[in-house]
């Protein structure tokens, strides 16, 4: 069965500090994966996804991540953290590869210091 | 432009009543699911449906039940609530196999 493990269930840095979330899968299928954000009293949004084409996925609001099928990761970063990147973000891997669903992490919430 | 919309937003329930957490989306999208949200849990699939009059079961069936009249439509159903569904329910919607999913605000039920 598909699985992600997300490294950290708080994590904190400065303002205009590089932000990484940590991401690690276990897939026995080439996976799919994905990250999303979560605001406060709002369902979650898309930030990026990984299907096998380029290692290198770029995202919304600045956000970035690589798959690294030797380090089986797939970690999210941003060069410069701002006030409004607070929230809790998720990693998530194809259930099967087929239609049921995805697979989540118990999620990283991001404190931003000023 | 409405996506998937829940309802209703909040929900208080006495041990034993039952509801239905309400999920429509106007995407057109064949896929839809329901997943809990605990803290520091993640989200756990609870039924999903790849189209009209198709439903299976997710990692925690127990305690609900769904259906699928409509592509439009995924209600999900506790019939006898229990202090263990309280949670935050999220409905999602999807174009196709690993697609992204579309998620909902969610629906934020107490069971007392």
């Known amino acids: 069965a598909q699985s992600v493990t997300q490294l950290g269930s708080h994590v904190s840095v400065s303002e205009g500090a590089l932000v990484l979330l940590r991401c690690n899968y276990s897939s026995s299928v080439p996976p799919y994966l994905f990250w999303y954000v979560q605001y406060p009293n709002q369902g979650l949004q898309l930030l990026l996804k990984y299907t096998s084409a380029a290692t290198l996925v770029k995202g919304i609001n600045g956000f970035e991540a690589e798959f690294k099928k030797s380090e089986t990761s797939f970690h999210l970063t941003k060069p410069s953290a701002h006030m409004s990147d607070a929230a809790e973000y998720f990693c998530a891997v194809s259930r099967g590869g087929g239609a049921d669903g995805l697979t989540f992490g118990k999620g990283t919430h991001l404190i931003i210091q000023p | 432009n409405a996506g998937v919309t829940q309802t209703p937003k909040f929900r208080i329930l006495k041990i034993g009543q039952s509801m239905t957490l309400q999920c429509a989306q106007d995407m057109n999208h064949n896929y839809m699911y329901w997943y809990r949200q605990d803290p520091g849990m993640g989200l756990k699939l609870i039924y999903y449906?790849?189209?009209?009059?198709?439903?299976d079961k997710g990692e925690v069936p127990n305690g609900y039940n769904v259906s699928r009249s409509t592509t439009e439509d995924f209600p999900l159903r506790l019939e006898l609530a229990a202090p263990s569904q309280t949670s935050v329910y999220f409905c999602?919607?999807?174009?196709?196999?690993?697609?992204?999913?579309?998620f909902g605000n969610g629906t934020r039920l107490t069971v007392t």
């Open positions: 999602a919607s999807s174009p196709g196999e690993v697609s992204p999913l579309h």
């Open positions: 449906s790849v189209g009209a009059g198709i439903t």
